[in-house]
């Protein structure tokens, strides 16, 4: 995958994170700065990115990312938007070298080998 294919896709996964946080973070009944403090940002950069103000950084986006997917509420919101987390867990392995699944398509590396990713890492959660 080419690197402004990988760009792309990080975007699009950015964007419908952008969509969700007042539901994934309404779903845990907690405020905005109890999630900033977890994500490690501060409570007015979280406002702003739930508003739409500012833009998610990949950084944040994968620490919120990651702190919905460990709870079993959010995780089960994430998953209602067909194969969002499979996408995800697939960028963060769009960059291995080596890699066990062989797509049949190129245009679905992406989401290939999401599973194995997705069950490995609930092992070590």
Not at 9 to 22: F, G, S, V, Y
Not at 40 to 64: C, P, V
């Amino acid at each position: 995958m080419s690197v402004s294919e990988l760009d792309a896709k990080r975007t699009e996964a950015m964007n419908i994170m952008m969509e969700w946080l007042l539901v994934l973070r309404s779903a845990l009944n907690i405020t905005q700065g109890e999630l900033a403090h977890r994500v490690g940002i501060s409570r007015q950069t979280y406002s702003a990115l739930e508003l739409g103000k500012k833009a998610l950084s990949w950084n944040t986006f994968l620490s919120l990312f990651l702190f919905f997917l460990a709870n079993e509420k959010t995780r089960n919101l994430l998953r209602k938007k067909p194969g969002y987390v499979y996408m995800v867990l697939g960028l963060l392995r769009a960059g291995e070298e080596q890699t066990d699944c062989t797509p049949p398509d190129e245009n679905e590396k992406v989401y290939a080998c999401a599973k194995e990713t997705e069950n490995s890492f609930f092992d070590i959660w």
